[in-house]
């Protein structure tokens, strides 16, 4: 019954390396969100896309990339980690418009050493 | 500034007790979502509402449009309850984005 899966629960990287995190979802939405969660900030946007081949830079986007090549897959990019990354990143789905439910994976906590 | 304020941060409570997170929000919305986090970070979707009242379980949550606030009861709480939990909403102005509480976390002492 799993909607929006994300590739990997724990990631640990070195500073530098470029980092993908994937995330899919089964329901042919729309929207897809990044976001990431850091003590005492909640979680914050990245990057969402409503649409196949499209991006729209959220909060805090600095330092990542997206991409969206297929609707039920969007991608998150590290172009070069750091260790200011060390964080959960959460991934998010729902229809564009209306009262519909968005549902979220379970999260990828990376740790960038 | 934030859009959605929880309350409490923090909440420890003795096991049975009847439990209550609040959110308010100051942003239209067209959807509220309450999430669960366990430790080791796994997000749970638990509801979304849009008016008035659901319940799952031990869980019930609360939604009052015109107040601008969300309720979520746990009831006979247990242990096994102990989590992170999130309120978020889904904005109806600023294409379908969501903005979140800081979480509530929650411990049930047996």
């Known amino acids: 019954d799993v909607k929006v899966t994300q590739s990997s629960r724990y990631l640990v990287k070195r500073t530098g390396e470029k980092v993908f995190l994937e995330c899919v979802q089964d329901m042919d939405h729309e929207n897809m969100f990044w976001y990431r969660q850091d003590p005492g900030l909640g979680l914050r946007l990245i990057y969402f896309?409503?649409?196949?081949?499209?991006?729209e830079k959220g909060d805090i986007p600095e330092g990542y990339s997206v991409s969206r090549e297929k609707k039920e897959r969007f991608s998150l990019i590290l172009e070069s980690a750091s260790t200011n990354q060390t964080s959960m990143y959460l991934c998010a789905s729902s229809r564009f418009q209306g009262f519909t439910e968005a549902f979220f994976g379970q999260g990828t906590r990376l740790t960038v050493v | 500034k934030n859009e959605v304020e929880q309350s409490p941060q923090n909440l420890t409570a003795q096991e049975g007790e009847f439990i209550t997170i609040n959110c308010s929000y100051s942003v239209g919305i067209s959807a509220l979502h309450w999430l669960q986090q366990h430790p080791g970070g796994g997000i749970v979707s638990l509801f979304m509402?849009?008016?008035g009242k659901k319940k799952h379980g031990r869980l019930i949550a609360t939604i009052n449009i015109q107040e601008k606030h969300s309720s979520l009861h746990i009831t006979a709480s247990h242990p096994r309850d102990s989590a992170v939990y999130i309120c978020?909403?889904?904005?109806?102005?600023?294409?379908?984005?969501?903005?979140f509480g800081t979480g509530t976390s929650l411990t049930v002492i047996p």
């Open positions: 896309s409503y649409d196949v081949k499209m991006k």
């Open positions: 978020a909403v889904r904005s109806a102005n600023t294409g379908n984005q969501f903005y």
């Open positions: 509402l849009s008016s």
